[in-house]
């Protein structure tokens, strides 16, 4: 296709980049130095796991970075015109969706242990769980305590963000980057009340399958929150630099479609795992 029917069509070829090829291989040292790390493999009477962890994790915000920086000249360039934006917003709804269905099969195998307690096609179930839920033995974590502020930080942290998109619209760029800001530090704040609740949760990981399926479901989205959160923080960092305007500004409004999703996951967790899951249940 050659530029002139490119730019007729209203598409856009962008360049060979290295960054599909060098993110793959920042990936696999990052999964490799994860199995060596979690595994304690030794090599040569050494633990290279998590220095390859390291390398590997470097190597992917490297490569995030470098695309972004990419992705943002070809806007600056003109490239993103009306279709290739409707395209860019198509793939980022198709990859949040891909995400609602990776919190469905936590929240599968969650109900599915919680409701079944003591189905006889699990092996062991009804022994671990005593045909209860929560199991006998576990003393859940009471929602109305941790939980119930998060929740309130979160959902709350949802309209600062939709603030933002507002004054921005409305080009002003002070209230945007305040409310932004403010968007960012409550994420932030989320994750360190869920962290505190980890290290005093009255259960753990591997004693019981209350245990991992509780904090798989809550564990990923806590890792998605610090992505979303960073996501945001970068869009802040380019509004500082002057970038985003009431035309032009798909980045933000990604991060943002990004947060509202985190913020339904959370309350559907708050609602099954941590108020239904605990009814008449032991609290710490």
Same mark, same amino acid.
């Given at each position: 296709?050659t530029?002139?029917q490119?730019?007729h ?13 060098? +993110? ?6 990052t ?9 304690a493999?030794?090599?040569?009477g ?13 190597? =992917? /915000? ?11 000249v ?11 934006s ?6 980022? /709804? ?9 919190f ?26 005593? +045909? =209860?839920?929560?199991?006998?033995g ?7 305590? /941790? ?17 933002a998109?507002e004054a ?11 409310y932004l800001a ?40 806590g890792?998605h929150?610090?992505? +979303?959160?960073?996501f ?18 798909l980045?933000? /409004? ?14 559907? =967790? ?9 009814w008449g249940?032991?609290?710490?």
């Amino acid at each position: 296709m050659t530029e002139a029917q490119s730019s007729h069509e209203g598409f856009h070829l962008v360049e060979p980049s290295p960054w599909p090829i060098v +993110g793959a291989f920042f990936a696999f040292l990052t999964a490799l130095g994860l199995i060596q790390w979690m595994k304690a493999i030794s090599i040569a009477g050494m633990r290279p796991g998590g220095w390859v962890l390291t390398l590997g994790v470097a190597g =992917l /915000l490297f490569t995030f970075a470098g695309w972004q920086r990419d992705v943002v000249v070809e806007s600056h360039e003109g490239h993103h015109n009306d279709r290739v934006s409707r395209g860019l917003s198509a793939g980022m /709804l198709l990859f949040i969706a891909s995400e609602v269905m990776f919190f469905v099969a936590w929240f599968w195998a969650y109900f599915n242990s919680s409701l079944f307690t003591a189905d006889t096609a699990q092996y062991g179930r009804e022994a671990f769980t005593g +045909g =209860l839920w929560p199991p006998k033995g576990i003393v859940a974590i009471d929602p109305w305590r /941790l939980p119930l502020i998060n929740t309130a930080i979160l959902v709350s942290s949802s309209g600062v963000v939709t603030m933002a998109h507002e004054a921005l619209n409305k080009n002003n760029r002070a209230a945007f980057m305040r409310y932004l800001a403010l968007t960012v530090v409550m994420g932030f704040l989320f994750v360190a009340i869920q962290a505190y609740e980890y290290a005093h949760a009255p259960f753990a990981f591997a004693n019981s399958i209350y245990g991992s399926t509780f904090f798989m479901a809550t564990g990923f989205h806590g890792a998605h929150v610090i992505i +979303g959160a960073i996501f945001l923080s970068v869009c802040l960092f380019r509004a500082i630099g002057g970038g985003f305007t009431p035309r032009q500004h798909l980045g933000f /409004l990604f991060a943002e479609w990004y947060w509202h999703f985190v913020d339904v996951v959370w309350i559907f =967790l708050f609602s099954c795992i941590y108020i239904w899951g605990t009814w008449g249940a032991t609290m710490e």
